[in-house]
């Protein structure tokens, strides 16, 4: 996931150091904004060497036109750590006179506060009024804990343990590791089949269903193999292995498929390659060229052949009789599920970010309506979820 981690200055800043650690440990994006008042505790440099992102103190010094905006768009959710007695009372009035207020109010994402104070200043008449505000309005309050605070004595206020925070955003945003201990090979983007050194046969896939499946499955704690033929961005955790061709793409995905427990064939492969690539660019000459094509193996075929435990998720980019031909294609490749769509269908299939589909297994086909390729990709993991339970 990616987070915004709002600093406000508080002694506790320590902790939140090892928060944005434990964050980007696990693969989540961490981008950093800081109160000046946080800058006297902990420079801007260790938070960005930390979450190799930029940090920002103040708008104005960032060059990005409207980056408050962009940032609050960015991330999943923001979460600010320590909150202070002045942060809390500013996001309740509205004010934004810093980057972090700035950033907090252009939010339309969750919002979630760990408030960290003296204990008198947290039993305020001021502060507990404004957190029933800002709980009322639907920010999300993670309480401080009770202990050893840090102005002497023992007391509510302090900061949790990141570990904690970890585990309350988590909650919050119900991030749930379904999949932990699970390793899931996805495919995506379509095959490159090449004519020379310069041209090939490609089809019109982007991978954006693919990586959004990769995406989501290493946020459920899988460890994800995403072997791609695009260049689209992806969580740090999952590991990218690019390829180009069938043949390649076939070799990454045999070489790990005795340990896995899934693969996700999303990717778009050609049915055909060059019979024999020319290894010199081919220069024009005559009025006609003709290319002999030979077929590709099929992949998901082989892997049907040879499945053991693995879950086994196809996809079925169909242009007619879109459920018939996804069912043949289920048997015939033995397969747990498909996931068919009429790749012409508005809002379907290729280079958009939604995508209509029809999930089908042995038990029936279930249509859907459209949604965000994310969804399409959350609603084939909670099936996978349920297949690998069985
Ligand atoms: N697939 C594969 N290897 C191939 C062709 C397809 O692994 N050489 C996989 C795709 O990744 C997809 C599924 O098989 O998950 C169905 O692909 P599709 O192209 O729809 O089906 P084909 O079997 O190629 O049949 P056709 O092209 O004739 O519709």
């Not at 033929?229 to 180009?244: F, H, M, N």
Request: glycine share 6%; proline share 4%.
């Amino acid at each position: 996931m990616k987070f915004i981690i709002g600093v406000s200055g508080g002694i506790a800043i320590y902790k939140v150091v090892d928060l944005v650690r434990k964050f980007k440990k696990r693969g989540d994006e961490v981008r950093v904004v800081m109160t000046e008042s946080a800058t006297r505790f902990v420079t801007a440099e260790l938070f960005r060497e930390i979450s190799l992102e930029p940090v920002m103190i103040n708008v104005f010094d960032n060059e990005e036109v409207a980056s408050h905006i962009k940032w609050a768009k960015w991330c999943d959710a923001m979460i600010i750590a320590p909150a202070t007695a002045n942060v809390i009372g500013k996001l309740t009035a509205g004010i934004a006179d810093d980057a972090l207020t700035t950033v907090a109010i252009a939010m339309t994402k969750p919002l979630i506060i760990a408030p960290a104070m003296n204990e008198a200043m947290y039993r305020s008449a001021a502060v507990t009024s404004n957190l029933v505000t800002l709980k009322n309005r639907g920010v999300k309050i993670i309480q401080p804990s009770t202990g050893e605070l840090a102005c002497g004595g023992e007391g509510v206020g302090r900061l949790p343990e990141p570990e904690e925070i970890v585990k309350h955003v988590d909650d919050i945003l119900n991030v749930q590791k379904t999949l932990q201990g699970c390793k899931i090979i996805v495919t995506a983007g379509g095959t490159r089949e090449a004519i020379d050194p310069v041209r090939y046969i490609g089809n019109r896939s982007s991978g954006k269903m693919g990586h959004a499946i990769a995406k989501v499955a290493a946020e459920r704690g899988a460890e994800v193999i995403l072997v791609t033929t695009s260049s689209l961005e992806t969580p740090p955790s999952v590991k990218v292995v690019p390829v180009e061709s069938a043949a390649e793409m076939r070799q990454v995905v045999l070489s790990e498929y005795n340990t896995a427990s899934a693969v996700i064939m999303a990717a778009a492969v050609a049915d055909y390659r060059v019979a024999e690539p020319s290894k010199q660019k081919i220069k024009k000459s005559d009025d006609t060229l003709t290319l002999e094509l030979v077929k590709n193996p099929d992949i998901l075929l082989e892997l049907g052949q040879n499945k053991r435990q693995q879950i086994l998720i196809g996809f079925a980019a169909e242009t007619q009789l879109v459920v018939e031909n996804a069912i043949s294609k289920l048997k015939k490749k033995n397969l747990d599920m498909i996931v068919a769509n009429d790749v012409t269908a508005a809002g379907a299939g290729f280079g958009v970010d939604t995508n209509i589909v029809t999930l089908i297994t042995s038990n029936g086909a279930t249509e859907f309506p459209i949604m965000s390729k994310i969804e399409v990709a959350n609603i084939i993991l909670d099936n996978l979820k349920n297949f690998l339970n069985k």
